[in-house]
C-alpha cells in the first residue's frame, strides 16, 4: 500500500480557487493509477476525477468537469487537484486514492477499485 498525505485545503469563497496536493511518501506510486475522491457531511464518498499512471488519460465527475483539472508529476511523486470556479456544494473532505486498475475503472466503479487512501483534507466552499 502506498502513503499519501493531502494538503492543501481550506476557506474559499464561492467563485474562487484551490489547489490540493498529494505526495505518496513511501515513493512506489508512479505505476499506480490515482484518484480524488470526496464525501460530504451525512453523504458517501464520491469519486471526482482519476489520473492515468503516466497522466495520459485523465476522468472527471459530471459535476467538477469544465472546473477541476488533475494533474501528476512523477518525479515529485505528487498528484494536484486544481479547483476553480469552487460553489458551496463542492464543500467537503478531499481524499487522494491510489489504485492498481486502470484510470477509467476508477471513474466507474468509484470506492471498489481504491487500494489506499490518503487520510482526506477539508474544503469549505462559502456563498
Known amino acids: 500500500q502506498l502513503q499519501l498525505v493531502e494538503s492543501g485545503g481550506g476557506l474559499v469563497q464561492a467563485g474562487g480557487s484551490l489547489r490540493l496536493s498529494c505526495s505518496d511518501s513511501?515513493?512506489?506510486?508512479?505505476?499506480?493509477?490515482m484518484g480524488w475522491f470526496r464525501q460530504a457531511p451525512g453523504k458517501g464518498r464520491e469519486f471526482v476525477a482519476s489520473?492515468?499512471?503516466?497522466?495520459?488519460?485523465?476522468y472527471y465527475s459530471d459535476s467538477v468537469k469544465g472546473r477541476f483539472t488533475i494533474s501528476r508529476d512523477n518525479a515529485g511523486n505528487t498528484v494536484y487537484l486544481q479547483m476553480n470556479l469552487l460553489k458551496p456544494e463542492d464543500t467537503a473532505l478531499y481524499y487522494c486514492?491510489?489504485?492498481?486498475?486502470?484510470?477509467?475503472?476508477?471513474?466507474?466503479?468509484?470506492?471498489?477499485?481504491?487500494?489506499?487512501w490518503g487520510q482526506g483534507t477539508q474544503v469549505t466552499v462559502s456563498a
Open positions: 489520473i492515468a499512471y503516466d497522466g495520459g488519460w485523465t
Open positions: 513511501g515513493r512506489a506510486g508512479t505505476v499506480y493509477t
Open positions: 486514492a491510489s489504485s492498481r486498475g486502470g484510470a477509467l475503472r476508477v471513474q466507474r466503479i468509484g470506492t471498489a477499485a481504491i487500494d489506499s
